[in-house]
């Protein structure tokens, strides 16, 4: 197995970082869909349509993008030599995509309250947790690229 990956490294990298982009693009743009949805009234057609569009980026694009990301990488991480597992930007990355896997999971559960019109954050809320992602992404990018 172990030369399979080896083998097909670049391949599993690239599927990785398409799967990461994508992930990423959803991350970026579903906070900003709660911002619109918080300015419609519960209930209307506007507020409907946007409880189906964010049903459908969380679960057809964002959720699956965030599975490949994992499966991907961890086929990466598993190709021996490939990670010093002792390099602290190694750590410092993974503990970010776990906070971004974190904050997937907080979007799930803000679609949910707003799909069962309960929503209890107002639109502030939603542009300030817009820029957890972009933080995360920062670190996550500088720690691969830069391996400070």
């Not at 900003?32 to 694009?61: D, N, T």
């Not at 639109?123 to 996550?140: D, G, H, Q, W």
Request: hydrophobic share 55%; with cysteine; net charge positive.
């Amino acid at each position: 197995m172990t030369d399979f990956l080896a083998t097909y490294q670049s391949w599993i990298l690239s599927l990785h970082i398409m799967a990461f982009i994508a992930w990423m693009a959803g991350t970026f743009y579903l906070p900003r869909l709660y911002v619109y949805h918080c300015q419609v009234v519960p209930g209307s057609a506007e507020s409907e349509r946007f409880k189906v569009m964010e049903r459908k980026l969380l679960r057809q694009i964002m959720t699956p993008a965030m599975i490949v990301t994992f499966l991907a990488g961890g086929a990466l991480a598993s190709i021996p030599g490939l990670i010093d597992w002792n390099a602290g930007w190694w750590w410092t990355k993974l503990i970010c995509v776990l906070g971004l896997a974190g904050f997937h999971g907080a979007c799930g559960a803000w679609r949910r309250a707003f799909a069962e019109d309960r929503n209890q954050h107002p639109e502030k809320f939603y542009r300030i947790a817009n820029e957890v992602p972009t933080i995360l992404m920062m670190v996550i990018v500088i720690m691969i690229i830069v391996r400070p």
